[in-house]
DNA sequence: ATATTAAAATTGTGATAACAAAATCACCAT
DNA sequence: ATGGTGATTTTGTTATCACAATTTTAATAT
């Protein structure tokens, strides 16, 4: 049995430090919800099956650590953390404040040609939704929502909001798999915030990602999420 | 000649691991300005100070660097980043935001004893001023923050603010030893939270601790950061 | 069957060593 | 003095190993 399913294995590329790619894939892992909240991640088994040594293992696991999509249990092994109503509140109300402001001030910035690519992201979305491929959902949803922060030019503030979603994204997925056979439409919102968008309207911009923010919450919470 | 002044050894405690001793130190030495920016912080002179091996020294120092209180430089040394006007405002912009948030939910919650304290805290801080003993103007006003940033009883909220505290602490003891030469009051803002707190007035709290994160910021921007 | 306990395996932490890349220094020519 | 050039040192990264603590397993007694 394998820590995770389907790795393949990392190759020494120059320049790029080994720990780099585990944490990429490990990032990957988290957002795309292919890990299982409460799960152990050791880090021979996992230095195994990337075939390299526990020390790059070790630096990108104790940096998802410091960013709190993983944890240390009591007895120091390294979990995938479990979620708490509270905790998984909480996350959404900094996730509404800070992507709020980021919405807001990418108003002004960002281009035309983004903004298409938003409309054509949330088409992606709907479509990937149908074929119940939540790899690429997930995919698009990040696209949409960091196409906006990005646009903003902060670069600390998009660092912290990128850590708050690898922080939800375990529960991410779960959330829209019953959305999506309850047929909700996860969509509505981000239409509103093209719609804000194209007005070149930061405030109303900044509702609708707050809305949107808290429509996921409402997703979420709905579930298991123990 | 050592890269960082008078450190004591680290000691083996059982049950604390070495690397957490030494990031407490770290973390003490960014918050109380006891570091240049742009210094490089090699890890083998590091570890030879606190008496142990590199790797809970290198643990301790990429921590620091997942939550930006030090930086990677293009070599791949740990520096401590220099400052720009951007990252600074943008720091506060965060700061004002999350710190507005925190305020504003520990308002109902805070006890009356710890109002009172918050008093002595400015008080406190009068006397570090008169005094320049800044160390102690820096763990007054740091716990000024927190004990009302703790009451909100949101964790990951508080992580986040401390993490940003951290950043901008290499350039916090100038801009307080400038204000002060200058004889500025930095205490005028903290009386008006004590009495939106006094007052239960949640936005009262928020805006008053909002008008601090931007006179602190004006105090800083005002030096050299460079 | 169930609880207890001891042995075995597994875990994260930390030390040491090897390595390549980068930075530094010394030396020399101009 | 100044700029370049090669040798030396210093750097972070990674592998390997030792260790104590925890967890798991297995055996035993009731």
Redesign the pocket.
């Given at each position: 049995m394998t820590v995770t399913s389907s790795l393949t294995k990392i190759t020494?590329q120059?320049?790029?430090?080994?720990?780099?790619?585990i944490l990429q894939r490990c990032r990957l892992m988290l957002m795309g919800g292919h890990v299982v909240p409460g799960q152990?991640?050791?880090?021979?088994?996992l230095?195994e099956e990337f075939n390299?040594?526990?020390?790059?293992v070790?630096?990108a696991?104790?940096r998802l650590v410091a960013d709190g999509a993983l944890e240390?249990?009591?007895?120091?092994?390294?979990r995938v953390p479990k979620m708490s109503e509270e905790r998984l509140f909480e996350l959404h109300e900094i996730r509404r404040s800070l992507e709020g402001l980021a919405a807001e001030y990418a108003t002004p910035l960002l281009s035309n040609a983004a903004i298409d690519r938003l409309v054509q992201l949330i088409d992606e979305m709907a479509k990937a939704l149908k074929a119940e491929d939540y790899d690429r959902y997930i995919q698009s949803h990040y696209s949409f929502h960091f196409t906006i922060y990005a646009a903003a030019g902060r670069p600390t503030l998009m660092g912290i909001i990128d850590m708050l979603w690898l922080q939800v994204g375990p529960w991410f997925r779960q959330g829209i798999e019953r959305a999506n056979a309850m047929s909700g439409n996860p969509n509505a919102t981000h239409e509103k915030v093209v719609a804000a968008l194209r007005a070149r309207d930061p405030v109303a911009t900044r509702t609708s990602i707050e809305q949107d923010v808290f429509a996921g919450l409402e997703c979420l919470r709905k579930g298991s999420w123990q």
């Open positions: 020494r120059t320049a790029e430090p080994l720990r780099d790619q152990k991640l050791p880090l021979r088994p230095a390299t040594s526990l020390m790059p070790r630096d696991l104790n240390l249990s009591s007895s120091r092994t390294i």
